[in-house]
């Protein structure tokens, strides 16, 4: 049995993570500050600290005793962290700094990062590999993303930290507090009968769901064992925004929405908006995603719009 950390653990990903590392036995300690993330998420057998990662002694203190830190705490909604220009520095780049100095300072040798495809920026219609080049995303998150797979791989060779980086697609589930899937599922509770797209709806991206993003991650650990391992955490192919908008429509049970384009190629500045992955390096060590993207999306669509139809505050 193993001792984790997971930060951003009472966030829609981490809350994932949490539930499968306790029921493999594991002992598991969650981080959060609840900026995004829910209390309720997080199951009674983690412990629980509120606290901000610009915090480094609070960092230092959730992290002593660690075997592994799971770090998935970040401002995941992009165009935020555009209209505030240093949330993606603070939240994203020096709180990844403050886990990695804490593990240094506290010998913690082992981290798992999540990344995104984000950090490709805005490529050729091509499925992108871990060493495509150069990288140069078009998104503050993208950039603080790949600032902190910088400051991981730092850290790695000058203080003996093991790391697994995984890039993700777009991810998808219950628990979601943002995206497509939750913005569609909101909107068509307050006006069953008009659906808002952004963009022109051919932006089209691989989703993955949570519960695959968990096996994936948890695979690459067992099975990848070099100073950093870096895979794409992906499905092949992807869906198109129009189409996810179909999806949330009928597992709304509804018929006769009314279905609006805001036009442009991007949903919001900083958007990319065609995304392809190749994942095919951590295939090559035995995992797949159970579900395609399309899959993926009804899945999920189906969990968010009875998650969105029970709460009251959404």
Known sequence: MSRCLVTGGAGFIG?????????E??????????????????PAAARFTQADLLDLEAVEKAVDGQDAVFHLAANSDIDFGRRQSDRDLRQGTLATYNVLEAMRRRGVKKLVF??????YGETPAIALREDYGPLL??????????????LISAFAHN??????????????????????IFDFARKLKKDPKRLEVLGDGTQSKPYLLASDVVDGMLFGFSHAGDAVNLFNLACEGGTSVAEIARIVVEEAGLSGVAVSYSGGKRGWVGDVPFVRMDPAKLAALGWKARHDSTEAVRLAARAVVAQVAQSASL
């Open 15 to 23: 809350s994932h993570l949490v539930a499968r590392l306790l029921a």
């Open 25 to 42: 036995g594991h002992s598991v300690a969650v981080f959060d500050d609840l900026s995004l993330g829910r209390r309720e998420h997080v």
């Open 114 to 119: 999540a990344s995104t495809s984000a950090v």
């Open 137 to 150: 995303p078009i998104s503050l998150y993208g950039a603080s993303k790949l600032a902190c797979e910088g």
């Open 159 to 180: 203080y003996g930290v093991q790391a697994w980086i995984y890039r993700f697609a777009n991810v998808v589930g219950a628990n979601a507090t943002h995206g497509a």
